[in-house]
């Protein structure tokens, strides 16, 4: 039951598509984990293989870099790796980074360890610029972590201040490693009568821009330009058929749609026309685009090598609006009632597991079992209790449980030591979270 030996994702599963049922599947979470204190997080081992392949099927080919923010379990992560079609890490900080690149080392030297079985080499690509000077420094004094991980970076002065940080340490640039970097360009789309639409990241926006950056990164001692990445945030994050009035969320999808269409179009070409550019300076090893929610678009992209994507794993419920795909529920967490303020009403120990992004209802937990069953509109998920309502809820008694969804995949990890595999109605597997394993990277 509390075996470390790493989850096989490739075998066949007796009942692959159990969590089809829901009655099933929830009740079976219940009974398989009746042992275990609440709260209890659960990764449902059917829906996981099921939402790992259908993933592979949507990318068309195109290899996933796993994006370990949205997993943030090492088993998980290595599970996936030694699926064919999955290579790589994409993390999200530098000292994540160091820590992944060194356990896979460590355990690649003993047998028994977690090595993930992947016929690539484990490498990994920080996605965000760094400004850590002792993990920069770390890196640096490691020929083979610095072979291993890239740097991300969008400006000069993140040149500058890697420089600044390195010379601190009184090793001259051409004495140590050379730090593999990779350019960020930015994939935000500028929509007729809506504006700029996709998160704000890089700088770098057009050919030009990533030309004069590529030049001064080739020009300077001490980097290797190998690879660029664009992440089309209002594609791969934004579903396309969301909740709400149904009159007001058909005019909502209509216009989601137009908007994707015209932002794969725009990035396609400019995309390709920036990968050109700056392969006509060194020569990338990849080129990194998408996510989730943009597997089948970004995989169509032929100036894309290589695609990230870690949320559609786990599932969690903001993935639901999506026409294209629909995740399985892999991750989840139950909560026990600990009062009955009511007959019709249950109040459950703790639920303020709100996900990051703009406050809204779709941050929320969502409520999965029993059905029928609904938050207090002036109270909703707390941190201390999270009153419930419905149907559902007056069959509730004290110490029965209600399972959740995160709306995230990732950060339900920030909020539990362990994830509870279950198998055909039975925990086969405990694996610790980073937070588990003493570790927490943001």
Do not use: C
């Not at 950056?213 to 001490?222: D, M, N």
């Not at 791969?236 to 969320?249: D, F, H, Q, S």
């Not at 990194?288 to 894309?304: K, R």
């Not at 509109?377 to 309502?389: D, I, K, N, Y």
């Amino acid at each position: 039951m509390t075996a470390t030996t790493g989850l096989d994702l490739a075998r066949d599963l007796a009942h692959p598509d159990a969590w089809r049922d829901e009655q099933r599947y929830w009740r079976g979470l219940t009974a398989a984990t009746a042992d275990l204190e609440p709260p209890v997080a659960v990764i449902g081992l059917e829906a996981l293989v099921h939402n790992a392949r259908s993933m592979l099927a949507r990318a068309g080919g195109k290899p996933i870099r796993v994006a370990s923010k949205s997993v943030r379990v090492r088993a998980v992560q290595d599970a996936v790796l030694a699926l064919p079609g999955y290579a790589g890490i994409l993390a999200y900080t530098l000292p994540e980074a160091l820590w992944l690149a060194e356990r896979a080392r460590t355990a690649a030297d003993d047998p028994a360890g977690r090595a993930p079985a992947s016929s690539h080499p484990f490498d990994v690509v920080v996605g965000y610029p760094t400004v850590d000077r002792a993990a920069l420094r770390a890196l640096a004094a490691d020929e083979h972590l610095a072979s291993t991980i890239t740097l991300m970076v969008d400006s000069v002065a993140h040149l500058d201040l890697i420089e600044a940080a390195l010379a601190a340490s009184g090793v001259p640039a051409g004495a140590r490693p050379a730090l593999r970097v990779a350019i960020e360009l930015d994939s935000a789309y500028t929509a007729p009568a809506l504006g700029r639409l996709g998160v704000w990241r890089s700088p770098v926006a057009t050919v030009d821009d990533a030309i004069a950056l590529a030049r001064e990164i080739v020009r300077r001692t001490g980097f290797d330009l190998v690879g660029l990445m664009a992440y089309e945030s209002q594609i791969a994050g934004v579903g396309n058929r969301p909740t709400g009035n149904p009159i007001a969320r058909r005019a909502m999808a209509r216009a989601i749609d137009l908007m994707q269409k015209g932002s794969i179009a725009e990035l396609a070409g400019r995309r390709g026309e920036v990968v050109a550019a700056v392969r006509s300076l060194a020569p990338l090893e990849f080129v990194n685009g998408g996510g989730t929610g943009s597997l089948e678009s970004t995989g169509a992209d032929a100036s894309v090598t290589e695609i990230a994507a870690g949320s559609g794993l786990l599932g969690g419920h903001l993935f639901d609006t999506y026409s294209r795909f629909r995740p399985a529920p892999a991750a989840a967490f139950a909560l026990p009632v600990v009062r009955k303020p009511r007959p019709d009403m249950a109040t459950l120990l703790g639920g303020g597991w709100i996900a990051s992004g703009p406050p809204a209802p779709d941050r929320l937990p969502e409520i999965v079992w029993p059905k029928g069953t609904t938050m207090q509109a002036r109270e909703m998920a707390g941190e201390v209790q999270t009153p419930l309502s419905g149907r559902g809820a007056a069959g509730l008694r004290a110490g029965d449980r209600v399972w959740l969804r995160h709306t995230k995949s990732g950060e339900l990890s920030e909020h539990v030591n362990e994830f509870a595999v279950v198998e055909d109605g039975a925990v086969v597997d405990v694996v610790p979270t980073y937070r588990g394993e003493g570790q927490a990277f943001l």
